[in-house]
């Protein structure tokens, strides 16, 4: 059974980071691509970054040069680094977890930027 968790979300202040983790079992994780998705409140889901199995990397116009993701395969975990965090970046973050052929979802963590 697959099973996908996520932590690191918090409380920040506007300019500052967050690392939120994705930790995923019951898969090989090294052969499953990773997204981050998030959902504002009144807002549609999107996505919000990627890494694929070879490790390349995408994102959201509006997160790149702030938000790193990266993936640590030994550890079946994936990281995504926040930084220069704004208001609008407020809202829980779900990862999925793709592999062989289905995708699992994550619970979210609540990021929330205020001052």
């Known amino acids: 059974q697959v099973q996908v968790v996520e932590s690191g979300g918090g409380l920040v202040q506007p300019g500052g980071s967050l690392r939120l983790s994705c930790t995923a079992s019951?898969?090989?994780?090294?052969?499953?691509?990773v997204s981050w998705y998030r959902q504002a409140p009144g807002k549609q889901r999107e996505i919000v970054a990627f890494?694929?199995?070879?490790?390349?990397?995408g994102y959201k116009d509006s997160v790149k040069g702030r938000f790193d993701l990266s993936r640590d395969n030994a550890k079946n975990t994936a990281y995504l680094q926040m930084n220069s965090l704004k208001p609008e970046d407020t809202a829980v973050y779900y990862c999925?977890?793709?592999?062989?052929?289905?995708?699992?979802w994550g619970q979210g963590t609540q990021v929330t930027v205020s001052s």
């Open positions: 999925n977890v793709a592999w062989a052929g289905s995708s699992s």
């Open positions: 019951g898969i090989v994780f090294s052969a499953a691509a």
């Open positions: 890494i694929v199995t070879g490790g390349k990397t």
